[in-house]
């Protein structure tokens, strides 16, 4: 109790002042940080530096090179500051109204793979395994976002890890270039092979009704196949947004714009390759 009395004003005291605050979101944002690149984007004398990084105390520490990162208790102060409760909150049941969502979009099972990529990994392989098989035998794999007939039917596992890896390294690339997020490689890659589960489990549906007829337009579908279509591409973005807010830690929006963009460019190349092939959808 009195350890929480002592840290508790000093902390308040840390994120009073709005200089401070910019600075622990900076730190934040770029997760490791020099004191030149501090200086560059401040523009403030050094002793007046020095003083801020000095009040914000043990919300920041410094790696072996002296560069600034922000330590447990620095993470948490900055997800207050970036409105981030949802992502530092330790359970389920902190989400309050919103936990049927989080738990709909796997958010569990990518904080799992986020904690231990390496734990995680063999299930995430017997995952691209399964799908891997399985668009060998249905002849249809996800190019992209639009899972599509393809002969031979050796070809849909070829397309299937490709469009996977594709899709892996375009959120890694924009992550990278808007938010500078370089962490995680390993578990967003199998985050997104996770997210490959309702576009193949369309493919399965699909191909058990035999009365249906598959054309390469939109406009020629039935309106029921329209919807489900659509509504499994939603479910689709939507696990690939959940990844990036839980794995790369971005804030809704952050992760909403670069899944945005990432499905704008999924989307065009997908009709690009399936015209260029004459693949069916």
Do not use: C
């Amino acid at each position: 109790m009195s350890s929480k009395k002592r840290t508790t004003p000093e902390l308040w005291k840390a994120l009073s002042n709005e200089i401070r605050r910019e600075l622990l979101s900076y730190i934040g944002e770029r997760r490791v940080v020099s004191f030149t690149e501090i200086q560059t984007r401040f523009q403030m004398k050094v002793g007046t530096l020095y003083h801020h990084i000095d009040t914000l105390g043990e919300l920041i520490t410094q790696d072996q090179s002296k560069r600034y990162l922000l330590t447990e208790k620095g993470k948490r102060a900055y997800a207050l500051i970036e409105d981030e409760l949802d992502i530092a909150a330790p359970g389920i049941q902190a989400y309050g109204k919103f936990s049927f969502f989080h738990v709909f979009f796997l958010r569990p099972l990518f904080q799992f793979i986020e904690r231990d990529a390496i734990r995680s990994l063999g299930f995430s392989v017997l995952i691209f395994i399964g799908l891997t098989v399985a668009t060998y035998f249905l002849s249809v794999a996800p190019i992209f976002m639009f899972p599509s007939f393809i002969t031979p039917p050796y070809f849909a596992p070829v397309f299937f890890i490709l469009s996977t890896i594709l899709t892996y390294i375009l959120f890694e690339i924009l992550t990278i270039l808007f938010f500078r997020r370089k962490n995680n490689k390993l578990a967003l890659l199998q985050a997104v092979v996770v997210a490959q589960i309702p576009l193949l489990l369309l493919s399965i549906l699909v191909s058990f009704i035999s009365d249906f007829e598959y054309t390469t337009s939109i406009l020629q579908m039935e309106i029921w196949v329209i919807i489900l279509f659509f509504f499994v591409q939603l479910i689709y973005a939507g696990l690939l947004m959940e990844a990036v807010i839980v794995i790369k830690e971005l804030r809704l929006e952050k992760a909403g714009s670069i899944s945005l963009l990432a499905i704008l460019v999924l989307n065009g190349l997908a009709f690009v390759i399936m015209n260029m092939l004459e693949v069916a959808i």
